[in-house]
């Protein structure tokens, strides 16, 4: 009579093994999947420009774009002045290397001497150029 049987039977551990590997890979493949289909993977990201400001004065300035990706200023684009967000009377156009536009407001922008001017990127909340005037 046999009381115990000391041979181990490790017959079903490597079947087991791989179906937990097969498991955990189909689950890492759908996440990996699911992040480029729902656009997870890559962030937006603000036009990269060189823009500088000049002929700053009480009401406005210009614009100088210097170079880089042309800049939605209708659509995509916001403008702060001294903190808050200004309506400014601009062309509403798109601003390309080389161009100039002038950023006058009939009495909404006052600059003073310090003020801090932002353009920002409203799709990607990012900041594209920042000036500070000195009038």
Same mark, same amino acid.
């Given at each position: ?65 210097? !170079?880089?990706? %042309?800049?939605? @200023?209708? *659509?995509? #684009?916001?403008?702060? &002045? =001294? !903190?808050?967000? %200004?309506?400014? @009377?601009? *062309?509403? #156009?798109?601003?390309? &290397? =080389? ?14 001497? =310090? ?21």
């Amino acid at each position: 009579m046999k009381i115990f049987d000391l041979k181990r039977k490790d017959d079903a551990v490597s079947p087991v093994i791989g179906v937990i590997l097969m498991v955990a890979i189909t689950v890492i493949l759908a996440a990996v999947i699911a992040s480029f289909v729902f656009g997870l993977g890559s962030p937006e990201s603000a036009p990269q420009a060189s823009i500088k400001a000049t002929d700053v004065n009480a009401t406005g300035f210009t614009l100088v774009h210097q !170079g880089g990706d %042309s800049i939605d @200023l209708q *659509n995509d #684009t916001k403008l702060t &002045v =001294g !903190g808050s967000e %200004s309506t400014a @009377l601009w *062309n509403k #156009t798109t601003i390309e &290397v =080389g161009e100039e536009k002038e950023i006058y407001d009939s009495g909404n922008i006052t600059l003073t001497d =310090g003020d801090s001017i932002k353009l920002i990127d409203s799709e990607a909340n990012q900041m594209i150029a920042q000036f500070t005037a000195d009038i």
